[in-house]
């Protein structure tokens, strides 16, 4: 009998001991439940989305701005030439040729830069890709004879979730431009000015000294005609690519003043 009472209550204990089991082991359920919930899952899967949205817009972006390089190197190219080399300034036209100097100072060079003029034409054709996007003035550019390097002043800038995504967008193209032909042309023309104006007495020794220049240049040819003291250039050269060929053609003059001999 002793032995039964024990057992007794054992099973009493046991059936009192269960659902206070029961109830712990729901609160812990219900605590760990309440904590997972609790955590930020949702605003992690936010923060992850908006990043990527971000970085497809800023591809998108970038793609669009190499073509917009590239259409507007092209473009600045045509604007360059048809304005005789020429950038928002003037010194005067003859037999519809404009002066590369100055006819009232010769000595003055008008085209001071080449390389510096294209990319005041290339900065005005691409801000008219890039002001939709509110992007425009925003590179220097390093020009050699086959690309365009574009280095960014300023990141691009995107929102996220609780913070920003920025991105330098520099880019770099292909793109044979002849620029530095016509720059050794440019500085032999403002060579010519200095050794040959008002030094000689006849337009022939005038002519002479204009004929020691062979205005040779790779990619880039030159041809020459004169009126009295004012010469006449016609330039043609070759420039994009195999797959996209540019052939440019433009006219200047310069006015080389020679001082007649007095008759005695």
């Not at 100072?105 to 996007?133: A, F, G, Q, R, W």
């Not at 913070?163 to 010519?192: A, I, Q, T």
């Not at 006219?251 to 001082?259: G, L, M, R």
Request: hydrophobic residues 35%; contains cysteine.
């Amino acid at each position: 009998m002793k032995l039964f009472n024990n057992s007794k209550k054992g099973i009493d204990f046991m059936i009192l001991l269960v659902p206070v089991v029961i109830l712990t082991l729901s609160l812990l359920a219900y605590n760990v439940l309440e904590k997972a919930e609790s955590k930020p899952t949702l605003t992690i899967g936010n923060h992850a989305i908006s990043i990527l949205e971000a970085n497809t817009q800023a591809s998108k972006d970038l793609i669009y701005l190499d073509l917009s390089v590239e259409k507007s190197a092209i473009r600045a190219i045509y604007r360059l030439t048809q304005n005789n080399i020429l950038f928002e300034r003037s010194c005067g036209t003859i037999n519809e040729h404009r002066y590369w100097n100055n006819p009232e100072n010769p000595s003055e060079m008008c085209v001071l830069s080449i390389h510096d003029n294209y990319k005041k034409y290339l900065t005005k054709e691409l801000n008219k890709h890039l002001i939709t996007k509110n992007l425009e003035n925003n590179y220097e550019y390093y020009i050699t004879d086959e690309t365009i390097h574009g280095i960014a002043l300023e990141n691009w800038k995107y929102n996220i979730l609780n913070g920003e995504y920025s991105l330098k967008p520099s880019f770099k193209v292909k793109f044979e431009n002849k620029l530095n032909s016509l720059e050794k042309l440019r500085n032999d023309v403002e060579k010519m000015l200095n050794l040959c104006s008002n030094v000689f007495s006849s337009k022939d020794l005038m002519n002479n000294c204009v004929n020691q220049f062979t205005w040779n240049y790779e990619g880039v040819t030159v041809e020459t005609t004169s009126e009295y003291n004012d010469y006449f250039f016609k330039v043609n050269a070759d420039m994009g690519s195999l797959n996209k060929p540019i052939k440019i053609t433009f006219t200047f003059a310069v006015k080389i003043p020679w001082v007649p001999r007095e008759d005695k």
